[in-house]
C-alpha cells in the first residue's frame, strides 16, 4: 500500500509568486495576477508530495494587506486547523509584508498545526522564477510533522525562517530573507526538512491574544515614526493626538533627538503607549541603556523589529493599557 500523502490546504493572497510581469520593464509588473490553480500546475512533483487543496483568499500586493485580509486568513485557518482531516496549511504571500503577517498569525493562531508562509522574489512568468521552487519547499514543509509546534514558518530559498525571526532584508534578489537575531530556524533539502533550533518565545499555542480581543478593541491604532538627524517633535505631537501607540524606529539602540524623545515622553504622560525599537535591522534594544525609560514611561522592544513591534503593541493595547504589562509581553513575544 502506498504511504497516504498529507493533506494541505493552501491559501492564496497574491504577491511576487502570482505576479506576471509582460516585459523586462518596472511599470510592466503586476504582483497577484496569476490565480492559485495556476501557480501549483507550475510545480513539478508537487503531486507526489500531497493532496492539495487550494483556496484564493485574496490576490493583492502585500504593501496593500489589510487587517481585514488578516482577519479573514485568520478565521479561515483557525477552521483548518480544527479539521481534523487537514494535515498543514500553505499561505502563498507577497514579500514585503510576509513577515508581519507571520507574526500575526503567530500571535493569533493557538493551534499547533503546521503552518507554512511563502512567496517568491521573481514573477511566475520571469526566468528562473524561484516561486515553484518555494512553493514546493512550502508545501513538503507543511505536511512534515517536525513542523508542527513551532508556529508559522517561512519557507524561502531553501532557507526555514521562525516568523518571530524573519525579515525581508533586502528588496531585490532571491536571497532577500534572513533571521538576523537568531539565525533561520533550519533549511530545506529537496522535500526533506533539516531544524537547527526550537522557537523559545510563546507563539501559537501559548499566546495570549486573540483575534477576538483585538476586533473587540477595535485594531487599536499604532504608528511608527522612523528617527534620524534633525527629527523634531511636530510627528509625535501629530500622531499622540490620534493614535493608541507609537512605535519609536530609533536610532541605534532606540534612540532619538531630545527633541522627539521630549515628545514621545509628553505622549506617554497623555496614556499613549510608547515603544523604542532600532532603525537598524537587528540587535536587542534593552530598558534604561541610553534613555532612561522607567523615568519617560517607554516600553523597549527587544529585538523586534519596528513593524513587528507595532503589531504586538497593537495586540498587547487590546489587553491592557499598562505599560508594564505590555513591557513583560516585549519581553516574552
Ligand atoms: N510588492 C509585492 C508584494 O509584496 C511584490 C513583491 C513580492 O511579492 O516579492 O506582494
Known amino acids: 500500500m502506498p504511504e497516504r500523502l498529507p493533506a494541505i490546504a493552501l491559501l492564496a493572497t497574491g504577491g511576487t509568486i502570482a505576479g506576471a510581469q509582460s516585459e523586462d520593464a518596472a511599470h510592466a509588473y503586476r504582483a497577484g495576477a496569476v490565480p492559485v490553480g495556476q501557480l501549483l500546475a507550475a510545480v513539478p512533483g508537487l ?128 536571497n532577500a530573507f534572513a533571521s538576523p537575531n537568531r539565525g533561520r530556524a533550519g533549511v530545506m533539502r529537496g522535500s526533506a526538512a533539516s531544524f537547527f533550533s526550537r522557537n523559545d518565545t510563546l507563539h501559537s499555542t501559548a499566546s495570549a491574544f486573540s483575534l477576538q480581543a483585538l476586533e473587540a478593541a477595535g485594531w487599536p491604532r499604532v504608528d511608527v515614526v522612523h528617527a534620524g538627524v534633525g527629527l523634531d517633535g511636530e510627528l509625535v505631537d501629530f500622531l499622540a493626538a490620534r493614535s493608541r501607540g507609537i512605535v519609536l524606529a530609533g536610532v541605534g539602540d532606540g534612540n532619538a533627538t531630545d527633541l522627539a524623545l521630549r515628545a514621545l515622553q509628553r505622549a506617554a ?45 497593537m495586540l498587547g493595547l487590546s489587553l491592557t493599557q499598562d505599560p508594564a504589562a505590555l513591557q513583560d509581553f516585549f519581553d516574552r513575544y
Not at 86 to 95: F, K, N, P, Y
Not at 126 to 151: Q, S
Request: proline content about 4%.
Open 47 to 174: 503531486e507526489r508530495l500531497a493532496r492539495i487543496q487550494a483556496e484564493q483568499v485574496a490576490n493583492v500586493g502585500s504593501q496593500n494587506m489589510t487587517h481585514a485580509v488578516w482577519a479573514e486568513l485568520a478565521r479561515r485557518i483557525e477552521a483548518l486547523c480544527r479539521d481534523p482531516a487537514v494535515d498543514g496549511i500553505v499561505v502563498t504571500h507577497g514579500t514585503d509584508t510576509l513577515e508581519e503577517t507571520a507574526y500575526f498569525l503567530s500571535l493569533v493562531i493557538r493551534h499547533d498545526k503546521p503552518l507554512v508562509l511563502v512567496g517568491a522574489m521573481r514573477p511566475a512568468t520571469a526566468p528562473g522564477a524561484d516561486g515553484p521552487a518555494n512553493l514546493f519547499h512550502a508545501v513538503a514543509l507543511a505536511g512534515n510533522a517536525a513542523a508542527r509546534g513551532r508556529g508559522p514558518l517561512v519557507v524561502m530559498n531553501e532557507d526555514i525562517h521562525y516568523a518571530r525571526e524573519v525579515q525581508k532584508v533586502a528588496c531585490a534578489g532571491v
Open 269 to 313: 504622560g497623555a496614556g499613549v503607549a510608547v515603544v523604542r525599537a532600532s532603525r537598524t535591522g537587528s540587535g536587542r534594544v534593552a530598558r534604561n541603556v541610553e534613555v532612561d525609560d522607567d523615568a519617560l514611561g517607554f516600553i523597549a522592544a527587544g529585538e523586534l523589529s519596528p513593524q513587528k513591534a507595532r503589531i504586538l503593541l
